[in-house]
């Protein structure tokens, strides 16, 4: 004996979602069908909307309804500073801390050969077309700290390398308000040989 | 600076999901138009197709989108034996137990009154009318073994006091696998009031 086929199909579509196991996904849609059903049609029209309208930035790469992003379209934004990311949320976290003025470039992903993932899907083509356009006075590279983020970035500056763009790499080292026991060896090795002279 | 209107739009809606905070609507959000648009489109449809059709069993309300569902109109349950419970999740577990073959009641919550729900919400009446036709003859409360849940069942006994009915409550006692040394005070106190003889 399982749920109605309605209901069944409810649970199962919630599996689409990342972080969301049979339990969940039945805890969901009970609490949808017994307690929040305008919350549920709410969501089925965002997630329509969603898919139906937004695509991407065509100049950052970003997610947007828009053609042209807010950032790229923005008056106020640094346009001779780059900053290379994986994805739309790494953009949204350094958008919150306010502390980047410039413009981005979202690569959504990273090189990734066993998974078929080369730099034309990374759109490392459009980003040397932009760098060649010679606004860009630095190019920040904020790719993850992993082993494919790291071959992204060595490859971007691969094929810089004869272009007198100013390339600069995100610090690594032991995060803001964290305790050096609990800082694994490969961060604290980086924060060792990335040590700056106070005085 | 924000997400794009629309995204930002889905981002809120997600949060309707029980347990789903801001940073998981935005993960959903983000891993739906990244990389399962499909999916995201089932779901949509799945929800809407969910809210407008399932309504509740008018036998036993639970969640159906037949008019009887199909334990209440199944010819091999045991229709002498009633089952009544807060949600269809329980009625869920216990059918996954595949150890019950009665119909159940589900009362769609508990007796809190400072929350305004009376046995009229919980369909007590019904209940009570059932039992009166007289086709039952136990009746199985598997309320929660919280204090809500052992309310409303002493209310339902109270109900049915000049009514010969049989009626028992489930067990409460150490969960099986468990230990005892991580089992709390009050379920240990019903396990060993609620002895067994072996022999």
Not at 119 to 141: F, N
């Amino acid at each position: 004996m399982a749920f109605s086929p309605l209901l069944q199909n409810l649970v199962n579509t919630l599996r689409c979602l990342p972080g969301v196991g049979p339990k969940s996904a039945q805890r969901m849609a009970l609490h949808l069908l017994e307690r929040d059903r305008p919350g549920a049609l709410a969501l089925a029209s965002a997630l329509v909307d969603a898919v139906e309208n937004i695509g991407e930035c065509s100049q950052c790469r970003t997610l947007s309804e828009d053609d042209v992003c807010d950032i790229c379209s923005s008056q106020s934004r640094d346009r001779t500073l780059l900053c290379v990311l994986e994805s739309p949320v790494d953009m949204m976290a350094i958008e919150q801390t306010g502390g980047f003025n410039g413009v981005y470039f979202v690569l959504k992903g990273h090189l990734s050969p066993i998974d078929g993932i080369g730099p034309d899907a990374l759109g490392i083509d459009r980003l040397l077309d932009r760098i060649d356009q010679g606004e860009i006075e630095e190019l920040i590279l904020a790719t993850n700290p992993t082993v494919e983020g790291e071959a992204t970035s060595h490859y971007i500056v691969e094929q810089l390398r004869d272009h007198p763009v100013k390339i600069t790499r995100i610090a690594h080292g032991v995060p803001v308000g964290g305790e050096l026991e609990f800082v694994d060896g490969g961060t604290l090795a980086h924060a060792l040989a990335g040590r700056r002279s106070l005085r």
